[in-house]
């Protein structure tokens, strides 16, 4: 079976060779060397600061929302993962769902602004598939309501947006370092945030305020990385260049064989500065062709995926109506993300593109 992604494994005696390091120092979780070495790495590899590991890209959100104190509404996309939504309910808050940009896939400025209230208390944004959102616009409307601004980053590992990390925007940027991403640390994520003093709160946030061995001074969680992640981290990261590149010739070929009037594809920030192609998103006339081409592929072996289906405001337990957001409920009927990762074969490549063809006419 091809999937839609594939975990970057590194040469086992690689990873072994720092496996022996940690029974060494027989110190496996709890700011241990090595994920302090990853957050160096990481930091200096962004050209970023204020950056934690945290044990998954979800409970980054959760403390992003803690520190910076968020109640009542946050204006969100409910065109994105679960967890982004989930994260918001398990804090007591209200997602608020604007719609988004049927281009760009991600939420529409203009939609946010239609839905703030005295309620309102920050925007929570997606850079959808690794895509910058239109961070200088939301941040304006962010100012001029004083509002809090996160970014949920967990596909925009790497990419960068007028020469400089698109985690260097909005007062808090999260990553997800899920095994299905390009950079992973099997599980894990991080939290990135351009106030020293948030920063300082969720390093005693993510380790149940414990400030010294004999002093707690918050009610915190327990969010920290542990040492197999990251030295699994450390290991995927001197490959991730390599891994973009032959990525970005995968999400080419499939750019010059679906670009054309028959197909809708995700249109890309023009600021982009530096991309690291997460997925390739298609999306086709209809659900009914959507769902036929999904499982041509999946009887010919080939695990395509419906991201973001359903949208989130169709979820079970959320009450939101589909007519105040038409593009997410749109885009979300009628996307495929087709398997993208480094060393999918030209040939299955190949196959993957006569297959989608000939069922979409």
């Known amino acids: 079976m091809i999937n839609v992604t594939k975990t970057t494994l590194p040469p086992i005696n690689k990873y072994i060779k720092y496996l022996r390091k940690v029974w060494a120092n027989n110190w496996v979780t709890n700011k241990g ?3 302090i070495k990853l957050e160096k790495k990481l930091q200096n590899y962004l050209e970023i600061k204020n950056l934690l590991v945290v044990s998954n890209g979800t409970v980054a959100m959760q403390l992003a929302f803690k520190a910076l104190d968020l109640k009542g509404e946050v204006i969100t996309t409910p065109f994105t993962f679960p967890a982004t939504t989930n994260a918001l309910i398990w804090e007591g808050l209200k997602p608020v769902f604007a719609d988004i940009d049927p281009e760009t896939f991600n939420i529409d400025p203009r939609e946010v602004e239609k839905k703030i209230t005295k309620n309102t208390s920050a925007i929570l944004a997606v850079h959808v598939f690794g895509n910058p959102c239109d961070v200088e616009v939301l941040m304006k409307i962010a ?7 996160i970014y ?4 925009a590992f790497g990419v960068e947006y007028k020469g400089r990390s698109i985690l260097s925007w909005g007062n808090i940027s999260t990553l997800s370092f899920h095994a299905a991403k390009a950079f992973h640390t099997i599980e894990g994520g991080a939290i990135i945030s351009q106030n020293k003093e ?3 709160r969720m390093n005693l946030l993510r380790n149940h305020g414990i400030k010294t061995y004999d002093k707690v001074v918050l009610a915190g969680i327990n969010a920290k990385m542990n040492e197999l992640e990251a030295i699994m981290g450390l290991c995927v990261i001197e490959e991730f260049d390599k891994q973009i590149t032959l990525r ?3 999400y080419r070929k499939y750019l010059s064989a679906f670009s054309n009037n028959q197909f809708k594809l995700q249109k890309l920030n023009k600021a ?3 991309y690291t192609y997460s997925y390739f998103p298609i999306c086709f006339s209809s659900q009914k062709v959507r769902d036929h081409i999904f499982k041509v592929l999946f009887k010919n072996g080939i695990r395509a995926r419906k991201y973001f289906y359903p949208p989130c405001h169709e979820f ?9 957001l038409p593009n997410a409920t749109n885009i979300s009927h009628t996307i495929l993300c087709l398997p993208l990762y480094a060393n999918l074969s030209k040939k299955d490549q190949e196959r993957i593109i006569i297959l989608v063809n000939k069922a979409s006419r």
Do not use: T
């Open 33 to 35: 060397e090595f994920s």
């Open 143 to 149: 100012k001029k309501h004083n509002l809090k601004l």
């Open 152 to 155: 949920d980053a967990a596909h």
């Open 198 to 200: 948030s920063y300082q």
């Open 248 to 250: 970005a010739e995968i």
């Open 272 to 274: 982009i500065s530096k």
């Open 316 to 324: 079970p337990y959320i009450k939101y109506s589909s007519s105040d």
